[in-house]
């Protein structure tokens, strides 16, 4: 019973999250870190439920300028989830599902995307300094203008010149902030 009732507070927070998105909730400022009020002026009781939870359902959701850096979404289906402009700097989206999610001029630098599917994501003008994408699946992904350095790890194989993705150089300070 207790973990039925877990399940459901958990539940209705992740609701609570998505319909605040849904309907046009913007964060005052954005925030580093979590503190006594939360994340993003969410409690922080849902902001260490995202961050130990690994298996969330997050498809289609409207998460422009959504501002997580460090966020652990490790497994979590973000699938045709719209993240334009997100700040996701050393996040942990390590085999998560990400097949036609909308990564456009997203702050992807540090990023832990190792065997996450990128099928058909779009991920034009994303920085990926430092991003680690190992056995990511990226048929038919979309990095035309993305950034990235010699501190970015691709999939064996991986024609990085034809993907249209531009490389830096060599490795460049990592940013958090948007």
Known sequence: MKKLSIILCSTLL???????????WQPQQAVAAPSEQ????????FYLLVNQRSDLWLVRMDMRDV???????????LSEALLTRATLANANLSGAR?????????????????????TRALLQ????????????????????????????IWPEGFDVEASGATSTGPTSEIASTP
């Open 14 to 24: 992740l609701a609570l999250f998505a319909l605040s998105f849904r309907f046009g």
């Open 38 to 45: 939360g994340l993003m002026g969410l409690p922080l009781e």
């Open 67 to 77: 501002y997580l850096p460090d966020i652990n979404l490790s497994n979590a289906n």
């Open 98 to 118: 990400l097949s036609r999610t909308n990564f456009v001029s997203a702050n992807l630098s540090g990023v832990n995307l190792t065997g996450a599917d990128l």
């Open 125 to 152: 003008s994303s920085d990926l300094r430092g991003a680690d994408l190992t056995d990511a699946i990226l048929d038919n992904a979309n990095f035309a203008g993305s950034r990235y350095d010699d501190s970015t």
